[in-house]
């Protein structure tokens, strides 16, 4: 068995989960998120559990056991806490600003960049060179956030670029002059 895979889901307080074959529906305080699941995993909803099922033990179905398993689990966290992702703009005349709903970024292009967030998703700017992408679907959150920091990815010299709030920049040292 899967270790991950094996582990019963609880369904807090406030979250409502509707089955329809493989296709789950989450309800929860912060929205709603339907995805279905691949026909040969079994999902069964008993006692505020979920709980994922395999037909064997193929390396396939081993995979897209847990697989499924903390999809589902993703799903329950983003109804009931969201996701977040936090991005950090280092550079001299780099700087974001809010406007609307749409994401300005001045990062050093002979025109200013603006990002429009899809469906589900929010911006904030906590100060020009933080920003801070919110929503409900973990992978749409991810998603944003690389097509944000793709924009202008973090060379090694300077450290110039938009960066992860976690991530660490590789310094490289400059050619030595003579």
Known sequence: MSRIGKLPIPIPQGVTCELKGNTLKVKGPKGELIRTFHPDMTIKIEDNKIIVQRPSDKKEHKALHGLTRVLINNMIIGVTQGYEKVLLI?????????????????????????????????????????????????????????????????????????????????????????
């Open 90 to 178: 280092e550079g001299i005349g780099y700087r974001a600003s809010l406007q609307g709903k749409v994401l300005n970024l001045s990062l050093g292009f002979s025109h200013p960049v603006s990002v429009e967030p899809p469906p589900g998703i929010t911006f904030a700017v906590d100060n020009p060179q933080t920003i801070r992408v919110m929503g409900i679907d973990k992978e749409l959150v991810g998603q944003v956030a690389a097509n944000i920091r793709a924009l202008r990815e973090p060379e090694p010299y300077k450290g110039k670029g938009i960066r992860y709030s976690y991530e660490r920049i590789r310094r490289k040292e400059t050619k030595a002059g003579k």
